[in-house]
């Protein structure tokens, strides 16, 4: 079975400042994915990242970035100079192989960036 | 140009009425699936669907029955509504190789009175 743990319930932060978003997962696959979704308070579901379980290269994409470790099983997210409309859920989710491509989401870490 | 489209967008309705949230997208995706998010933001898959063909059941009562008329369709029709059935519902799509991004539509508010 597979499960994403988002350890963090809640966030908050002045703008400006960095955060990491922790996600944690666990899969007897060898070959799996991993994503990253925003849910702003307008209610959709924004793809962020996608990342697969042979490439362990962190990823950089403006002030987002990506830690992918598997030796600890995460793949947590940083935003540097955290602005205010950052401020939204953030969900990690797993796909594996074998399983018809469903994902399993996290719990989500909701993220509010003050003025 | 709505990747994946959902009507409607919001849903209330009283406890025992039927009620059906459609979902089309424009992708040329061969999977479809349908997730429930709760009051407590939690995201769980209900349905997916590979052309046409059911490949996933995540024990949702019987009263919740998933439809493609065809690959670019996938329809949810829920029976005698119940309140905790109130939630938001999205339906995503992704190609048919394992793995792939899955893009959502912008979800169906349900509150069941």
């Known amino acids: 079975a597979q499960k994403v743990t988002q350890a963090q319930t809640e966030i908050s932060v002045v703008e400006k400042e960095d955060v990491t978003l922790d996600c944690v997962y666990e899969?007897?696959?060898?070959?799996?994915?991993l994503f990253w979704y925003k849910q702003p308070p307008s209610g959709e579901l924004v793809f962020l990242i996608r990342?697969?379980?042979?490439?362990?290269q962190n990823e950089i994409s403006g002030r987002y970035s990506w830690n992918f470790q598997k030796s600890t099983s995460s793949f947590n997210f940083t935003i540097t100079a955290s602005q205010v409309v950052d401020s939204a859920v953030y969900f990690c989710?797993?796909?594996?192989?074998?399983?018809?491509?469903?994902?399993?989401f996290g719990d989500g870490t909701t993220l509010t960036v003050k003025p | 140009d709505t990747a994946v489209s959902q009507t409607p967008k919001y849903l209330v309705t009283q406890m025992g009425n039927d009620k059906s949230i459609k979902c089309e997208q424009n992708?040329?995706?061969?999977?479809m699936y349908w997730y429930k998010q709760d009051s407590k933001k939690f995201l769980k898959i209900m349905f997916s669907?590979?052309?046409?063909?059911?490949?996933i059941n995540e024990t949702v009562p019987n009263r919740f029955s998933p439809k493609s008329p065809d690959k670019a369709h996938l329809n949810l029709h829920i029976n005698s509504l119940e309140l905790g059935d109130s939630a938001v519902y999205f339906c995503?799509?992704?190609?048919?190789?394992?793995?792939?991004?899955?893009?959502f539509g912008p979800g169906t508010r349900l509150l069941v009175l």
């Open positions: 995503a799509s992704s190609p048919l190789k394992r793995g792939e991004t899955q893009y």
């Open positions: 899969t007897r696959d060898t070959t799996y994915y």
């Open positions: 990342r697969n379980s042979f490439d362990e």
């Open positions: 989710a797993l796909s594996v192989n074998t399983n018809a491509g469903k994902s399993t």
């Open positions: 992708l040329g995706h061969d999977t």
């Open positions: 669907y590979n052309n046409k063909e059911l490949i």
